[in-house]
């Protein structure tokens, strides 16, 4: 870098995930001073006059997304961001919104030949009256991320009325076959699989799955990387993970979370959950451990976005 770039660090924002977005942009904004960058923080407010003025004023070359969840990483930030002709680190406007939307996203999988769980959206007047499939299934919003809002319903529970009655996610969701096994994650950069990582949440704390505590609170996981896997199904999703990486039109990094039942006797059956245009940047995320075991410094990985986004 022979002049020292100008970069807006974009955190905060209106979702669910709004603390782990802090934190994160805290972290790559320190990150990107150490590479030399010029950094300016903004956190992205509701006030939208507010946030187009502050970018006019800050006059980024660049900004980094370090958004999460709904309006930082469903393509409406980036919409803002094209119109004011910024570059933008992670993917582009269509990737965003359609990795976002689960539905949207399983069919753009099932197009390109990714192994989804079966499933279906419902309506939670549906969900409301009946079993949607049969137990156990798991029920998600359809736009948020980290794993807000997301419910395993087994055989004999009478959780799926209360669920509805307290649903906060819009008039649908998305059920799908519970998948068990183990949880294990990819990270992608550019057209490059980095490693799999085993994910176990720590047993004692009260997490049934890989929750939101379990992602992000100290302690709440652990994971092994790389996974102890076989080779047929590590190279399986190796490639499972650039292929929906490709089949979204991804920009700079995301990661594939899937699901690995190898409960049986037979073949392990990899099962792709979904792809995270805007992974995680805190201590405990999952992206920058694996780009550490690949030998890229968290900001180096910073520094590989921003000139991403440059370059696009």
Not at 72 to 96: F, N
Not at 178 to 185: A, D, M, Q, W
Not at 197 to 205: E, N, V
Not at 269 to 282: A, D, F, S, Y
Request: hydrophobic share 40%; proline share 5%.
């Amino acid at each position: 870098m022979t002049t020292a770039r100008r970069v807006t660090v974009l955190m905060g924002g209106m979702s669910s995930e709004r603390e782990v977005s802090l934190v994160s942009g805290k972290n790559v904004a320190e990150a990107l001073r150490t590479a030399g960058y010029i950094v300016s923080e903004l956190d992205a407010s509701s006030d939208l006059a507010a946030l187009v003025s502050n970018l006019k004023e800050q006059k980024p070359d660049v900004v980094f997304n370090a958004l999460h969840g709904r309006y930082g990483e469903d393509g409406c930030i980036q919409g803002i961001l094209e119109w004011m002709k910024i570059p933008y680190t992670h993917s582009d406007v269509r990737a965003s919104a359609v990795a976002m939307d689960k539905a949207a996203a399983r069919a753009v999988f099932l197009a390109a030949g990714l192994p989804v769980a079966k499933g279906k959206v419902v309506s939670i007047e549906e969900l409301a009256k009946a079993d949607p499939l049969p137990a156990p299934y798991v029920i998600k919003p359809l736009n948020e991320g980290s794993s807000v809002g997301v419910y395993i319903i087994r055989e004999g529970s009478d959780q799926r009325k209360e669920i509805a009655a307290n649903w906060g996610y819009g008039p649908y969701a998305l059920a799908e076959e519970f998948i068990p096994g183990r949880e294990i994650t990819v990270g992608v950069m550019g057209d490059r699989a980095l490693t799999i990582t085993d994910i176990t949440p720590t047993p004692g704390q009260g997490h049934d799955f890989y929750d939101y505590d379990a992602k992000y609170k100290t302690g709440g996981s652990t994971h092994v990387l790389p996974a102890q896997l076989d080779e047929t199904t590590a190279q399986q999703a190796l490639e499972a993970s650039v292929k929906a990486h490709q089949a979204l039109g991804c920009s700079g990094a995301s990661r594939a979370d899937f699901r690995l039942d190898d409960t049986g006797s037979g073949p392990a059956r990899l099962v792709l959950l979904e792809v995270n245009t805007q992974p995680g940047m805190t201590a405990t995320s999952l992206l920058p451990e694996q780009a550490a075991w690949c030998g890229i410094s968290y900001p180096e990985l910073c520094s590989w976005l921003t000139e991403q986004a440059l370059n696009k």
